[in-house]
């Protein structure tokens, strides 16, 4: 069974930096896709960000787009996500999640099959 451990959360005040980690063990997918969610107390589970193990174009939210970029590192199956110009909405659990794909990602919590605990992220003004 596929699992996640995420880490690099903290707290960090608005305009600032940080980046997350993502380490997966036993993905054997052969074909998979690695994405972000984050989740703020009271609201729904959203999609950050998602990259095919393959390549391609990264899905973005609309919100974080040209401020937070995801990478992956296929040799030892780890995702990042890099957030610059933090903001206080930005506040949030965020969660590391795989799904199988034959090459679409996608933002919607309903394809990712796998998640990790998640790691809090607080920016403050």
């Known amino acids: 069974q596929v699992q996640l451990v995420e880490s690099g959360g903290g707290s960090v005040q608005t305009g600032g930096s940080l980046r997350l980690s993502c380490a997966a063990t036993?993905?054997?997918?052969?074909?998979?896709?690695m994405a972000w969610f984050r989740q703020a107390p009271g609201k729904e589970r959203e999609g950050v960000a998602a990259?095919?193990?393959?390549?391609?174009?990264?899905d973005y939210a609309d919100s974080v787009k040209g401020r937070f970029t995801i990478s992956q590192v296929n040799v030892d199956n780890t995702a990042y996500l890099q957030m610059n110009g933090l903001k206080v909405e930005d506040s949030a659990m965020y969660y590391c999640?795989?799904?199988?794909?034959?090459?679409?990602?996608?933002?919607?919590?309903?394809?990712?099959?796998?998640w990790g605990q998640g790691t809090q992220v607080t920016v403050s003004s």
């Open positions: 999640a795989t799904r199988r794909t034959g090459g679409h990602c996608g933002l919607s919590v309903y394809g990712y099959a796998d």
């Open positions: 990259i095919y193990r393959f390549g391609g174009s990264p």
């Open positions: 036993e993905l054997t997918y052969a074909s998979y896709c």
